[in-house]
Each structure stands twice: as structure tokens, then as C-alpha cells.
């Protein structure tokens, strides 16, 4: 005979039930058995609860029927007394879980600190609620407290919705997930029992394309089907202005002006490999943001995302930028303060595009700006919980932030990333980081939870003389992946080749699904934007393909002809 537990690991999902009548118990019952889901657990904080539960398994004695919010062992004798086979409550209380263990009935307690976590360990508990699970922190946090807690499996209860629980359950410690939007309290005073049975099926078929609880997940989960955007963005748009040729800023004369920024140069890039991207940004509504606004447009990405600041203190960051001639190393000064961006919120988007979006990605260029930074981390929450993968970029600028406030900072948004881009310097100075590069890879991922970690390796022959490579890393193969350097690559501009690489790395997985292709397309565009002037990846899918071809074959022809 399976346990209850076992049982839950098959379902995945225990529908949270608050029953007023009792005479509504074995219609719901009977809904939740017909869309697939033969379980509930009965919150006891009702006057019928006791009533329900009794009925439901004498209707039903092979449903997995559990009473919830039990507070004290009293309710514990009352719930089993009706039928439970299990009891869940919101907190942990030593005296009611000993009492559930000396009668011999399984209870998952709520905890949502390390302290309640050690609580329970003590108290030999294996499996805990973890509630409210969205106002806690979401999949978020729960993967933080995994970390130190490896034994722990864990029922999420709390804001679960089908936007949502396909990425929570991608989380093996996750042994089921509570939920109660298919169970409304407005549905089933209405005998909405059609409604509720329906649900119950998209939230099985949805499952049931999720793997087994305990598998690997793939990095490309979530990566199939169609959605409204490929890749998301969400950052600064800037005006760079740079110096001419071997000239200093100090010295003045002409400056030439472009449109860059970290995020907007991948969201060009993944565009220019042709996939649909939507930069999140707000520009000034006058004549240098509708500049801006034509160079995003000519690099293909959507303005769908893009507000605008109409207010006549409007304007767009900029940054200036000075080439270096060896010993003088390159220099880069911003002037981004009150821009516009740090107006940006989110107030403005459109709800479905936290589900309709594969790839979410931004930077820490962005999170070291405090008036976009709260912004930044809310978006990287609320598309994490709509099932877009998370891909963020360290991108370290001593010259906005010092490396403490980063490490605080992005320490906390890493439990929900997915890919991570990041230097070795960054590794070791930053987070303080010992070992070989790859050990120190493997380490974000393990205590993170990140699927991919890929870190790119430039080497400075000369100002005009560089060359490429990178690593990435796969936590579910357990396998690093390297390609072969680009040497010599003449530098045009060196400015944007790490954003390219980001967009070769993210089209790569969501392509073609290949760690080795992630390697090809991210070296191919690093080393093809060293050779274009701006900060954007001024060059197609073609350029691109073309170039891997001619790397591949070694192809040592002065010309294409």
C-alpha cells in the first residue's frame, strides 16, 4: 500500500478546500475525482469541516482526503476521527506534530524559516508545507532554504496558480504543490462543479508535461511552444558618446553618438538571430528618445514594452566612452543620474507577458541603480513565477557600486536565476571565490539551484588585437562544454562583445537546445561585434552562421568572394 506521501508525489498537487456545507463535500469530491485529482485537503477552520471530511471518505474511501489548518492535537482526534489521512497546519507546533507521530498520522507543519526548519528536523519531520509560499518569497526563497537543507521536501501552499505551478514543480525537492484556484469558495457555493473539473484537467495536462519529481530538469524546460516573446529585457537604454580615435574625452573636439546599453545590446542580438524580443525601458518622449527609440526599432526589437516620459525634466542616460592605446587602458564615464529609466515601473505592461515569455534577462549594470533596482527584482520575480527561464548577467561596474552592495544584493536574486553569465574576476573578487574557475562554476549551481552558469574568457594581445573564448556549464549533465578560441579578432569596438556573447549563448538554448551550439552562436557573436563600431550587434543570423562555418573550417581565404 503507497503512502501518503507517496501518493502526493504522484499527483503533485493537493487541492486546498474550504467547504461551508457539507452537503457541497461529495459533489466536489466527485469534481476533483473526474478532472483527475483525488485528493483535498479540508481546511478545518469551518463549522462543516468535520461533517466534509466524514463524508467525502465514506463516499470515496480511496481518496487521499487530509484535514488543514488543524492548530492543536484536540483537532488532530477530531479530523482523524472524520476520515483524514493526513493533517497539514500553518505553523510548526512541537506539541501537535509529537501527537500526530504517536497516533501514527502523517502532518506537514508550515515553515518558512531556517530556524522552523531546524525545529522540524529535530522533531525527525522530512517533508514540510512551506506557506504562504508567494508572500514568503516564492520558489525564490524555498531554493535558498534548500541549500543548507538537503533533506527537506517541501509542499508549497500559498499564491499557487497555473501561471506558476509549472515552475514551481521544476524544483525536484518539491514534492507536491497545495493550491485552491481550482476549488473557489465563489465556484462551489455556485455548484460550479463543471468549472472546478475543468481546472482540475488543465492543471493534470499541464503535469503532466513536467518531469518526475526528483529528475533533473532541463535548462530548455518551458523553452517549447509558442509564446508571445522569445526574450525580455529589462534595463537602461543609454546615448554613448565616444571620442574620437586616440583621443582622450579630457581633450574635447567631436564626440560620436550612439544608442547602447547592456540589456538593449542583447535584445538587439537575439532580434537580429530573429527571435521576437521586447525591451522593458522608458525613454523621454522628445527628439534624442525618438532617436533611441529608432535604433531599437531598426535592430528589430518590439516597442510594445517601451514606455515614455513625457515630463519636461525627460532625458536619456548617457555614457562616454575613450579607446585605449597600450599602456593607457580604455575609460568609460556615465552621466545617467535622473534619467529617465528610474521613472520605469511596471504598472504599465500587460499581465500575460510574465507567462508568455521564455527568456527574461537583465543585469547587474541595472540592479546597481537604485531608482530602477526595486523595479528590476520584481520583474525577475514576477516572470520567474509566469515560467520564463531567468537569465542575468553579473556585468560588474566598480564605477556604479562597490562589490559589497553587489554581493548582497545579487546573492539574493540568485535562487531565482536560471543561466548565469559571470567573469572569473567577478568570481573571486566579488564573491570572494577560491579554486579552480570550473570548481567555482559548479559551486554557483550547486547552491543556487542554476542550471547553466557561463563565464567568457577575453584575452588583451593588444588594444587592437584580442582573443575569445568561454565555458559553459550544465548542471543537469554535469558537464562542461568549451569551444575553440577566435585568435586574433581585429577590435573595432570591444565595447557590447560580452552582451553578443550573451545573445549567441541565450539563442543557442533556445534553438537548438545544445550546450555546444550555446558555445558556437556566443563565441561566433563576441567575436563578430569586436569587429563592428557601437554598442550594438550590427549583423544578422547570416553573418553569424557564415562566420562559424569559416571558424569551423579554418578557412584562411582573404576574402569571401
Given at each position: 500500500m503507497k503512502s501518503v506521501t507517496d501518493r502526493m508525489?504522484?499527483?503533485?498537487?493537493?487541492?486546498?478546500?474550504?467547504?461551508?456545507?457539507?452537503?457541497?463535500?461529495?459533489?466536489?469530491?466527485?469534481?476533483?475525482?473526474?478532472?483527475?485529482?483525488?485528493?483535498?485537503?479540508?481546511?478545518?477552520?469551518?463549522?462543516?469541516?468535520?461533517?466534509?471530511?466524514?463524508?467525502?471518505?465514506?463516499?470515496f474511501p480511496d481518496m487521499l482526503v487530509g484535514a488543514g489548518t488543524v492548530l492543536n492535537p484536540a483537532q488532530v482526534d477530531s479530523a482523524a476521527e472524520a476520515g483524514?489521512?493526513?493533517?497539514?497546519?500553518?505553523?510548526?507546533?512541537?506539541?501537535?506534530?509529537?501527537?500526530?507521530?504517536?497516533i501514527g498520522i502523517p502532518i506537514f507543519p508550515g515553515c518558512v524559516t531556517a530556524g522552523e526548519i531546524q525545529k522540524a528536523i529535530g522533531l525527525g519531520l522530512s517533508v514540510l508545507k512551506f506557506f504562504p509560499a508567494e508572500q514568503s518569497g516564492g520558489l525564490g526563497a524555498l531554493k535558498a532554504l534548500s541549500a543548507p537543507f538537503t533533506q527537506i521536501r517541501w509542499m508549497p501552499t500559498g499564491g499557487i496558480n497555473l501561471n506558476n505551478i509549472?515552475?514551481?514543480?521544476?524544483?525536484?525537492?518539491?514534492?507536491?504543490?497545495?493550491?485552491?484556484?481550482?476549488?473557489?469558495?465563489?465556484?462551489i457555493r455556485a455548484k460550479n462543479w463543471d468549472k472546478i473539473t475543468e481546472l482540475c484537467r488543465q492543471t493534470v495536462r499541464l503535469i503532466q508535461d513536467k518531469p518526475e519529481s526528483g529528475e533533473p530538469v532541463s535548462p530548455a524546460a518551458g523553452l517549447s511552444g509558442k509564446k508571445a516573446y522569445d526574450f525580455v529585457a529589462l534595463g537602461e537604454s543609454l546615448m554613448r558618446l565616444s571620442s574620437a580615435p586616440d583621443q582622450r574625452i579630457s581633450g574635447g573636439g567631436s564626440f560620436t553618438a550612439c544608442i547602447g546599453g547592456s540589456e538593449l545590446n542583447v535584445c538587439s542580438g537575439m532580434a537580429r538571430l530573429g527571435c521576437k524580443s521586447g525591451f522593458i525601458t522608458c525613454l523621454p518622449g522628445n527628439e534624442i528618445g525618438k532617436f533611441a527609440l529608432h535604433e531599437i526599432q531598426r535592430m528589430?526589437?518590439?516597442?510594445?514594452?517601451?514606455?515614455?516620459?513625457?515630463?519636461k525634466d525627460a532625458r536619456l542616460g548617457v555614457y562616454y566612452s575613450e579607446g585605449g592605446a597600450a599602456p593607457r587602458k580604455p575609460k568609460v564615464v556615465y552621466d545617467r543620474s535622473h534619467s529617465s529609466a528610474g521613472k520605469l515601473d511596471l504598472s504599465f505592461l500587460p499581465q500575460s507577458v510574465y507567462s508568455d515569455t521564455k527568456i527574461f534577462h537583465t543585469t547587474g549594470i541595472t540592479l546597481a541603480l537604485p531608482p530602477v533596482r526595486k523595479t528590476a527584482v520584481e520583474a525577475i520575480k514576477?516572470?520567474?513565477?509566469?515560467?520564463?527561464?531567468?537569465?542575468?548577467?553579473?556585468?560588474?561596474?566598480?564605477?556604479?557600486?562597490?562589490?559589497?552592495?553587489?554581493?548582497?544584493?545579487?546573492?539574493?536574486?540568485?535562487?531565482?536565476?536560471?543561466?548565469?553569465f559571470i567573469s572569473e574576476e567577478s568570481c573571486r573578487r566579488m564573491f570572494q571565490k577560491t579554486g579552480t574557475l570550473r570548481e567555482i562554476m559548479k559551486s554557483f549551481a550547486a547552491e543556487f539551484n542554476i542550471r547553466i552558469v557561463a563565464t567568457s574568457a577575453r584575452k588583451v594581445i593588444s588594444e587592437k588585437e584580442h582573443a575569445w573564448n568561454s565555458t559553459v556549464y550544465s548542471a543537469e549533465k554535469d558537464e562542461f562544454f568549451t569551444g575553440t578560441p577566435y585568435s586574433p579578432i581585429s577590435v573595432?569596438?570591444?565595447?557590447?562583445?560580452?552582451?553578443?556573447?550573451?545573445?549567441?549563448?541565450?539563442?543557442?538554448?533556445?534553438?537548438?537546445?545544445?550546450?555546444?551550439?550555446?558555445?558556437?552562436?556566443?563565441?561566433?557573436?563576441?567575436?563578430?561585434k569586436c569587429t563592428v563600431p557601437g554598442d550594438l550587434p550590427d549583423f544578422d543570423k547570416e553573418d553569424v552562421e557564415q562566420l562559424m562555418e569559416l571558424h569551423k573550417s579554418n578557412d584562411q581565404s582573404e576574402m569571401i568572394r
Open positions: 508525489a504522484e499527483l503533485k498537487i493537493i487541492p486546498v478546500v474550504t467547504l461551508e456545507d457539507p452537503e457541497d463535500a461529495v459533489p466536489l469530491a466527485s469534481a476533483l475525482i473526474g478532472g483527475g485529482i483525488p485528493a483535498a485537503e479540508v481546511t478545518f477552520r469551518t463549522e462543516g469541516a468535520y461533517q466534509s471530511i466524514q463524508a467525502i471518505s465514506k463516499a483524514a489521512k493526513f493533517i497539514v497546519s500553518p505553523g510548526l507546533d512541537p506539541e501537535t506534530v509529537l501527537y500526530c507521530q504517536k509549472g515552475t514551481y514543480l521544476s524544483f525536484p525537492k518539491i514534492l507536491a504543490c497545495g493550491g485552491s484556484y481550482m476549488v473557489g469558495k465563489a465556484d528589430g526589437v518590439s516597442r510594445e514594452l517601451i514606455s515614455i516620459d513625457s515630463e514576477r516572470f520567474h513565477a509566469g515560467g520564463a527561464l531567468i537569465s542575468f548577467d553579473v556585468n560588474f561596474r566598480a564605477n556604479l557600486w562597490d562589490e559589497q552592495t553587489a554581493r548582497q544584493v545579487l546573492t539574493e536574486i540568485f535562487p531565482y536565476v536560471d543561466i548565469l573595432a569596438d570591444r565595447i557590447g562583445s560580452g552582451d553578443a556573447f550573451d545573445a549567441g549563448v541565450l539563442y543557442g538554448l533556445l534553438a537548438c537546445q545544445s550546450e555546444r551550439k550555446m558555445i558556437d552562436y556566443g563565441n561566433a557573436m563576441a567575436a563578430l
